[in-house]
């Protein structure tokens, strides 16, 4: 096989998808240092990838990579992907077996085709399973800029310590009930003196006013709710400077979990066997087990198809709240 110098990784989407690509281009940099490693995704998702110092050149689906590649890497693997990757010349493409008929199985008849639990980072890492890349064991990589990093430490003046909550996720089954979070937060300031941040996109906001007219008048004050206010990796600041983060299954968790944070992780309709649980960061992972509709969805529902949703209902916010206390006192 001719040498490596020019490298393609495509990953369109989602955050939390593309957040677990960085430690295979880790890889791929230590693997051929000299090599040019460029990266096409979705332009919304571009910063996550800004300042990494892995990469030469990041591509949109606005702005399409041409020209010749030695190695193109499919971590997409659709339609779209395919039509990029037909307009390059490349000396090779591998892409990435996502296996959709083990998540059928799973939640059609709840058949575990997984025979080791195994991240999806590893995952990816197996379309280059005849190409010798150093393994290591550290996590995902995420930088945000000194201007970011300064707009963060803003809201971090005092000592006491952060906890970053990021309640939200695209589909309903993923989100634990604002009024849950509402009850961890008033446990939690009960005992301890602690800044929550409560941390969202946009289409977050509705939720954190749910989250925040739950509370107690008197514990609000301690509450900085930026869901909305913030930009992508204005949030990434914010968690790198936070203490610990409690979250549900989202891209934010694995945002989080670059920067080695303790992770409070709900899961609802989903299962840690389809491998987007934290990549090699410490967590504590609370789910309602042997419950016998779970999962679901592998991606999430926007209603529960029983009714009680009781995946996210069962879990017990004092709990929660309990195991919290004992990380953060």
Known sequence: MQPIKKILVIRLSSIGDIMLTTPLLRRLHAAYPEAVIDYCTKPSFADLLALNPRLSAIYTTEELPRGAYDLVIDLQHNLRSYAIARLLIAGRTVRYRKENWKKWLMVQFKINCYPVQRSVVDRYQDALNNMALPSDHLGC??????????????FFEGRQKTLAICFGAKHFTKRYPPQGFAAI????????????????????????KEIMNSLPKATREKVVNLAGKCSLMQTAALLER???????????????????????????????????????????????ENLPCRPCSHIGRNQCPKGHFRCMNDLSASLIAKKILDCCK
Not at 273 to 288: H, K, M, N, Q, S
């Open 185 to 208: 937060i008033a446990l939690l300031l009960q005992e301890m003196p602690l800044q929550v941040v409560l941390l969202g996109g946009k289409e977050d906001a509705p939720h954190a």
């Open 141 to 154: 990589e995420l930088y945000p800029s000194s201007e970011e990093r300064v707009f963060a430490q803003s």
């Open 242 to 288: 936070s203490d610990a983060v409690l979250c549900n299954d989202t891209g934010l968790m694995h945002m989080a979990s670059a920067f080695s944070k303790k992770l409070f992780v709900l899961f609802g309709s989903s299962s840690a066997a389809f491998g987007f649980l934290p990549y090699r960061t410490p967590y504590d992972l609370f789910e309602a």
